[in-house]
């Protein structure tokens, strides 16, 4: 080869290492002037399997919170992307780091608390900021090691206040189903050790699992030992059957759950024998527009009541780009910032304490009535 | 039946159960309760039809196997369809059921459930012993080549078997929803029992069949009262599995056939 030929080559050789380095250079400057454009989140949720219906909630309640974040053209504007777990460990890891390696270090849920425990770690050591709207796993706080929060009160709270509850009643004798799945068993866990400190005896204890075809051995189990009341920790849907299976076979009971048994699931499969189930229901905006508009909007878009899920989605949407637009899309502030935040939500009024958790409101205390030909949530009254 | 034409499990067979489910809550407000039983039930036979001869006819001379995995196939697809037409959501409510208290707080549905399936699977007796085209099916199931040999109508029989099967589906598709609800994915739940209790019963034998539906139904009650609900399935599918060992012809299996 001539010597011509050979400095022909390294020139465009060297032109084109040079312009390869320069683009790098740019593009990263781009990106350190352009940072805090737009705030992108995943969210993970189950969009298959048995709790589908519960991540779609979800993501309605995110949607309309990141289409009305968007409609003000003064806002930074909000992607949420989203990453189906089928409710499971590994692929919500996987999905967890799928979502990392696109760019995204804020998680605007982790569907599930055994879900969100198992992506902890890679969360901490990549330096990731998770907010949850339903997972309510008591220790996720202390193991999420300041990565980690929530915007529901953990199973102990609930648990605790439903106890409270029954006490105050005179109740000595509860039995206790649960769905044999983490949520279930934790608030199991919770309700048990509730009651052993307040000295309610649990006279017998039933597991129950999703979408089971009947529930007549359930019943005729919680039938065996007398009790004053019941209570559920178990999916609406399957808990209206179970409340019809309990009228059938006329067990005399109170029967206690968790706001889960608000909207029309519950209802749909337990009919009129609903009346009389006493739910503990943490108390919504005091901004009753607040929740009120949020309604009118989810029944215009999505045609149906919104649930504590989509409620809860649309929260933690709202709350987490409210830390996120404070601190500059950096996922290490974003995490001091939630914890200074006090924000009414469409759920109740959202605030931290000193390690992160969540600190609950006031509950209200509501029954199941009859108003005309429907069923409707009163306040309940001794 | 489907098995005795096929000699495979068509895994689709209860998710037009769960098909006509869906049709009868859809259609239940409009048309009425029994105008929307009759189109859920035809409606699943004709879907039934349709998959024999759409699918399976043209497959049976590819072999068991892929008969087999067409039919899981067909079942995914099935599923999804559902999800997306009616979501994920356990669809319940669609009757208000009340208990009636002079019948031992029956609910009409099962009373109806009670005297109706009996009646069912005698007249279906009827049918297979008494009739042209009954004893024509059996002949077809018990031996498919001699029958094509006998120049019977097989094509006719495997689809008058399918129909019957749709008619059946259709009806529990209809008993369910009413009484627990259905999802998209409750078809392969409820395969899983109607194939136990038809290896316990002893495949061909139709009482024997729904004597160890009655049996399953019993076994899961006992292991959630007893146990644990996360076992009751487990128990009765281990009885299953003892059945095959000890008794791989059914319980019931030749014992009952003149019945």
């Not at chain 1, 024998?273 to 739910?279: D, F, Q, R, T």
């Not at chain 2, 499990?9 to 809550?25: C, V």
Request: hydrophobic residues 50%; proline residues 4%; glycine residues 8%.
């Amino acid at each position: 080869m001539d010597r011509k030929r050979l400095y022909l080559i390294i020139s465009i050789l060297t032109i084109i290492v040079a312009v390869f380095v320069v683009s790098q250079v740019v593009q990263r400057q781009d990106d350190q002037v352009a940072a805090p454009s737009i705030i992108r989140m995943a969210s993970l949720l189950p969009l298959d399997g048995q709790v589908a219906s519960y991540g779609e909630m979800m993501r309605n309640g995110q949607l309309l919170a990141v289409e009305e974040i968007n409609r003000d053209s003064m806002s930074t504007p909000i992607e949420v992307t989203f990453f189906n777990t089928s409710h499971m460990k590994d692929v919500a890891l996987d999905r967890l780091r799928e979502a990392h390696q696109n760019g995204y270090r804020l998680v605007v849920e982790i569907f599930g608390s055994d879900q969100a425990n198992h992506c902890l770690p890679f969360a901490i050591e990549n330096g990731l900021t998770i907010l949850s709207g339903v997972d309510t796993r008591p220790d996720l706080i202390r193991l999420g090691k300041g990565a980690f929060y929530r915007i529901m009160p953990n199973d102990a709270a609930a648990a605790a206040i439903l106890v409270q509850w029954t006490q105050e009643l005179g109740v000595e004798n509860i039995g206790i189903v649960y769905v044999n799945d983490d949520w279930g068993k934790g608030l199991y866990e919770e309700a048990d050790n509730a009651a052993r400190q307040r000295k309610v005896n649990v006279a017998i204890v039933a597991d129950v699992i999703r979408h089971q075809s009947s529930f007549a051995g359930t019943v005729a189990k919680l039938k065996s030992n007398p009790i004053d009341a019941v209570m559920l920790f178990i999916y609406p849907d399957d808990g209206g059957n179970l409340i019809k299976e309990i009228h059938r076979q006329r067990l005399n009971t109170r029967i206690f759950a968790t706001e889960n048994f608000t909207g029309d699931d519950m209802i749909n499969a337990a009919g009129d024998a609903a009346i009389g189930v006493m739910l503990a229901v943490p108390k919504p905006s005091e901004d009753s527009t607040t929740l009120s508009q949020f309604q009118e909007q989810y029944v215009d878009r999505y045609g149906a009541d919104p649930s504590i899920f989509a409620i809860k989605g649309y929260d933690a949407v709202k709350t987490l780009y409210i830390a996120a637009v404070q601190s500059g899309a950096d996922p290490l502030k974003t995490r001091e910032t939630i914890r200074d935040l006090a924000i009414p939500g469409v759920g109740g009024f959202i605030s931290f304490a000193e390690d992160g958790e969540f600190i609950p409101g006031e509950y209200d205390r509501l029954v199941y009535t009859k108003e005309g030909e429907n069923l409707a949530l009163s306040p309940w009254t001794p | 039946m489907i098995y005795g034409v096929m000699r495979i499990i068509d895994f689709s067979h209860t998710d037009r159960m769960t098909i006509a489910a869906y049709l009868f809550a859809d259609l239940n407000r409009p048309l009425g309760i029994y105008a929307a039983m009759a189109i859920a039930c035809i409606s699943a036979a004709l879907l039934a039809v349709v998959t024999e001869r759409g699918l399976f006819a043209g497959l049976r001379r590819r072999g068991y196997a892929v008969m087999m995995i067409c039919s899981l196939g067909l079942s995914i697809i099935l599923q999804s369809i559902m999800a997306i037409t009616h979501g994920s959501m356990l669809r319940t409510g669609v009757i208000r059921e009340y208990p009636l208290t002079n019948f031992l707080n029956l609910y009409p549905r099962e009373i109806v459930l009670l005297f109706g399936v009996p009646l069912v699977i005698l007249c279906l007796r009827r049918l297979l012993h008494n009739t042209y085209w009954g004893q024509s099916l059996r002949a077809t199931i018990d031996d498919y080549e001699k029958a094509i040999v006998h120049r019977l109508p097989v094509a006719r029989l495997t689809m008058i078997a399918f129909a019957i099967s749709g008619i059946l589906a259709g009806a529990s598709g209809i008993a369910i929803i009413i009484g627990t609800g259905v999802y998209p994915q409750v078809g392969f739940k409820y395969l899983i029992f109607a194939f136990a209790a038809c290896i316990v019963g002893g495949v061909g034998n139709i009482v024997g069949a729904l004597l160890a539906s009655l049996t399953i139904g019993i076994l899961i009650t006992a292991a959630e009262f007893y146990g644990s609900a996360l076992a009751a399935e487990g128990v009765t599918l281990l009885v299953l599995v003892a059945v095959l060992v000890f008794a791989p012809n059914g319980v019931f299996g030749h014992g009952l056939r003149r019945i």
